[in-house]
C-alpha cells in the first residue's frame, strides 16, 4: 500500500465525479479522479479524444462541461482505468483497484466519492438480439463518441424524456427517424407542473428537442410500444402496438413499421456494484431502480463514502452536478455546502420525481414476450425457461431463479437482464421486484487472472 | 394431520433427506427459512470426490454417496451431472510419492486410482503446467451443478408428497416429555412423527433450539469464475496440498489450488479455507492468492477473465466428519449436518442413511463415527 494517500478518490468522471473532484479540491482536498473513458464527461459529454467541437451540436450545456473540467484539473487523472473493486474503510483507508489492459493500479485514499453513473434499463422483447437493435443511450453513444449511425431508417422507442434528445440526435445527423413510440403518455406532466416550473431551463431543452423533432417530420406516438423486432440476419422491420393502462398490446392494434434499426431505452439502471461491494445500504426509487442511500451531505450508511449522481437516483446530468458539488465538499472535509446548492438539488429532485410519476414501466411487458423469446441473451436463457425455475423448480426470489435458470451468469453478469429476470420473478411470487438480488456484483469489471495474480504498481503521491 | 417427517432445511442434504424419506412411503415437510439452497449449498462447485478423503470412515461415505448420485442422474436427473474424473498433482518428487502412497491405500479401500507419471500428465490434462511431478487420477469424482441437484430432488420428493415451504423459519421444538414432536415456526407449530437437521452451517444454531450441542463451525471459502471458454479443463485438477488443507485445523487463511471446467465453459477456482464466522467482505488478498496459484498449475489462464466471484460458509465440526444419525439427547430429532467442503458429495448418503432409521432399516453404514454426541464433555476416568 502507498503510505501517502489520496485525500479524496473520485470515481467516475461524469457530471458528478467532474462536480466532486473540482468542490473536493476547491476545499483544499488532493483529489484522485478515475475513469474508465479515456478523457473526462462520461457518458453525457462523451466525445472523440479531444474533439468536442465535431459534436458540440449535439451535446447540451457545454459551458458547465468546460468550467467543471477546469475546476478539476487538479485532480490526478487515472484515465481508462476500469475500477474492478474498492477495499477499505475510514479508518484503515480505502484503496480503488483498478485495471487497465494488464496493469493493475491500487489508488489510496481517506474518503471516496463514487459517481458510477447509470445505463440504459432494458426490458426483453421478441427479436431484441437481432442485430440492428441497439438500446437508445448506445445508439446515443456510437453518435457522439463515433458519429456514426445506427442506421438509415430508425425507429425509436421505450419511455423517457430521454427518447427525445437520441431521436433528435439521428434526425439532425440524417438518420430517418420513422417514429418516436413513448409508451406512456407524458401528457401527465401537466399535474407536475410544480415541481417542473422551478426548473425552467428543463422545460427549454425539452422544447428545444420537441421542436428539432418537428422539423425534421419526426412523427411522435404515445401509449404506443416496440413490441416485436423481425429480421433475418438482422432487423428489417419491428411490430409496434397500442398499449392499455397496464402496457397490455391492445387486439388488433399492431402494425409493422420497417427500419434498419431500432433504438429503445426503458429509463435507466445505476451502477451500483462499487456502493454495494462496499456495504452501502439502497432503497428503491420512485422509477422502480435501487438506489444508494444518501444523506444531506450524500454520505452513504458507510463512514467516509458519499454517492453521487445517477447511483442515489436517476435525475440527469444538472442533478448530478449539484449531488457531484456537495459530495466534494462533504469529502474535503469543508463543514458544509452553500444552501443554494442544497436548494437546487431540491428542485432538480422534484422535477426527477416527477419526470419518474409519468414514465413508469408497467408490468404489462411481460405478456408481450413469447415463451422462447430470450431474456438473458449472454447465456441463452429464455422466458420460459425462467418461468420453470420459478413455477416447477421452486424459486422463490430472484437469485435462486436466476442461478436454476443461469439468467445473468453470462458475460454481462445481469447488467441488461436483472431487471427482467426481477420482474418476471416477482409477477410469480405476487411480491415487488428486488433487484438487490441482481445487483450484486463483487468483481464490478472483469479482470484477467494474470493480472489479478501479479503484484500491482503501486501509485506515489505527486 | 402432523407429517412423518419434517425436514429443516432445503439445501441439497435436506433435499436428498426428502426424496429418499418421500420414496420410502413417508410424509415428509421441507421447511427452510431463505429459498431452496440459498445456503452452502448455493455457494459451492457441487464436487462429488472420493480423491480427498484418506482410508476411514468420511471415504466410506463418500464411496457409498458417490454411487448414489449416480443412480439419482438417472432416476431424478436435471442436475448436469458430470462425471469427469478428479487429477490429483504433485509439485516436487516427496509430494508425488506421498500421493501415490495415498493413492495405494485409497485403492484398498475401494477408490479407482491410476498413478500418471509427469510425462503423461498432458494426455490427460494437456495445458497443465510442465513443471510437475506427477499425479493421480480418480475417475471417480464427478460434479454435478449444486441448486440445480436441490431444485430437482425437491421436485421430485414434492411428486411423491411431500410439501416445500420455503420463508418459514424454525424458532423452536415441540416437546412430549424429552421427545421432540414437530418445530416451531414462524408459520405456527408443526407437529412431526420425527425432525432432522439438515441446516448446514446454522445447524449447530438449531441443535441449541432443541438444547443439544452440536458444535457446527463456519469457513470461509471464496471461488472464481471466469468467463466462458471452450473446454480447456477437462478435470477437476487440484494440488495434494488441499487434502492437507481440508483436514486442516488452522483457523488462518490456507489456499490451495483447485481447477475445474463446467458444462456452461466458465472455469471454477476455489479453494480457500478462513475462520472468520460469517464476514461476507470481499477479500482482495484471497482472490489474489487464488488467481496466483491457478495461473501457476495452468499458465494458459493467465490471459482468462474473472467475470465473478463468490463466498460461501462450510460447515465444519472440529473433527471434520459430519454428524448423521439420531440424538439421544433428544429423541425424535436427527442430525444431517455439519459436512464441511463435501457437503453435495456426501448428501445422497446422508439422506438415505437417514431415510434408513426413519424407517427402522439397518443403515448402510456404520454410524458411529458421525453420531451427536461425539463432541460431549470428556468425563476424566
Known sequence: MATSPYDVAVVGAGPAGLAAAAAALAGGARVALIDAGRQPGGQYWRHRPGDLGAVADLHHDLGAFRRLVAGAAGAVRHFGQHVWTVSGSAADGFTVHAVAGDAETEVPARRLVLAPGAYDRQVPFRGWDLPGVHTAGGAQALLKGHEVLVGRRVVVGGTGPFLLPVAAGLAARGARVAGVYEANRPAGWIRHAGAVLPVAAKLTEGAGYAAALARHRVPFHTRQAIVAAHGGDAVEAVTVARLDHDWRIV?????????????????????????????????????????????????????????????????????????????????????????????????????????????????????????????????????????????????????????LSRAGMGWCQGRVCGYATACLTASCTGTAPDLRGVSERPIAAPISLGTLAGDPGHIGQQ | MPADVLVIGAGVVGAATAWYAARSGHSVTVVDRGPVAGGTTGAGEGNILVSDKPPGAELDLALLSSGLWRDLAVEVGGFEFDPKGGLVVAATPPGYEALVSLASSQSGAGVETVVVPAGELAEHEPHLTPSLAGGVLYPGDAQVQPMLAAARLLRAARARGATVRTGVEVTGFLRSGDRVVGVRTSAGDLPAGAVVNAAGTWGGDIASLAGVDVPVLPRRGFILVTEPLPRLVRHKVFAAEYVANVASDDADLQTSPVVEGTESGTILIGASRERVGYDRTLSVRVLRALAAQAVALFPVLADVKVIRTYRGFRPYCPDHLPVIGPDPRAPGLFHACGHEGAGIGLAAATGRLIAQLLGEEPPSLDLAPFRPERFGPVVAP
Open chain 1, 251 to 403: 387486439a388488433g392494434s399492431e402494425r409493422v413499421v420497417e427500419c434498419d434499426a431500432v433504438a429503445v431505452g426503458w429509463g435507466f439502471t445505476p451502477q451500483l456494484e462499487l456502493p454495494l461491494a462496499l456495504g452501502c445500504a439502497t432503497r428503491v426509487d420512485a422509477d422502480g431502480s435501487l438506489v444508494v442511500e444518501v444523506d444531506e451531505r450524500q454520505t452513504t450508511s458507510v463512514p467516509g463514502v458519499h454517492v453521487a449522481g445517477e447511483a442515489c437516483g436517476v435525475g440527469g446530468a444538472a442533478l448530478a452536478v449539484a449531488e457531484g458539488s456537495i459530495a466534494g465538499v462533504a469529502a474535503a472535509g469543508v463543514t458544509s455546502a452553500p444552501a443554494s446548492l442544497r436548494r437546487r438539488r431540491r428542485a432538480l429532485r422534484r422535477f426527477a420525481a416527477a419526470m419518474h410519476a409519468v414514465h413508469p414501466v408497467r408490468a404489462g411487458w411481460q405478456s408481450w414476450l413469447a415463451d422462447d423469446t430470450l431474456v438473458c441473451r449472454c447465456e441463452e436463457v429464455s422466458a420460459g425457461e425462467v418461468r420453470t425455475a420459478l413455477d416447477e423448480l421452486g424459486a422463490t426470489d430472484v437469485r435462486t431463479a436466476k442461478l
